[in-house]
């Protein structure tokens, strides 16, 4: 009964219509569910697991699985803080419009969310990962370093990294916050001139009729 009351067309139509959201469902899932836990299980094991339980002289091998649990957690508890803060910005209505509208859903922004959250955080994951091992196989050999040096690096990079990213975003916070506070302290003596102002007029006014 369903095709008869549809011309071939437009079941053509509405098969299309249904695959694109069915494809695009699916990449924003594979992206935002699959491969970003993956990548922030493999940083935060790489900063935090690996140099607890693998000696400098061992390989480290990493559980995929277990990263993405962990991975998918930090993403989760990253996603709440971030929509808990009173912080304004394109990542936070964008995170905001894919929590509210979910990922079978994200075909009425899909050009917005893949391009201005999705890519951008996948990219500085990329980053994170690969600037440790850039530096030990590229940078410490050419410096004169030997393997030792190289071991060294790799394995501490991870954690002086997060260290540092972690210390500018908290000046930013700070930062913002002070300059929050600035403005709502010029706001306030704004507002007090402004009404002495006009209490000045106003007993100027009443004088005058006396």
Known sequence: SFVRHYSLRELVSIGYSWTTRLWKAAVLSFLWLGVVPLGLGM???????????????????????????????????????????????????????????????????????????????????????????????????SLGGDLWDSLFVLRCGYQVMFMLVLQYQGLRYLFGLVKKVHDSILDDKYLLGRRLHNYEEAVESSSRDS
């Open 43 to 141: 940083l935060l094991e790489l900063s935090f697991l690996v140099p607890a339980r693998v000696q400098m002289n061992q390989s480290a091998f990493l559980y995929p699985y277990q990263d993405w649990a962990l991975g998918l957690v930090l993403l989760k508890l990253g996603s709440k803080l971030l929509l808990s803060t009173d912080m304004r910005g394109a990542w936070r209505e964008r995170l905001q419009r894919l929590r509210g509208g979910g990922v079978a859903h994200g075909d009425e922004h899909f050009r917005d969310t893949l391009c201005g959250l999705v890519i951008p955080v996948f990219f500085w994951i990329s980053v994170a990962l690969s600037l440790p091992v850039v530096v030990s196989d590229v940078l410490v050999p």
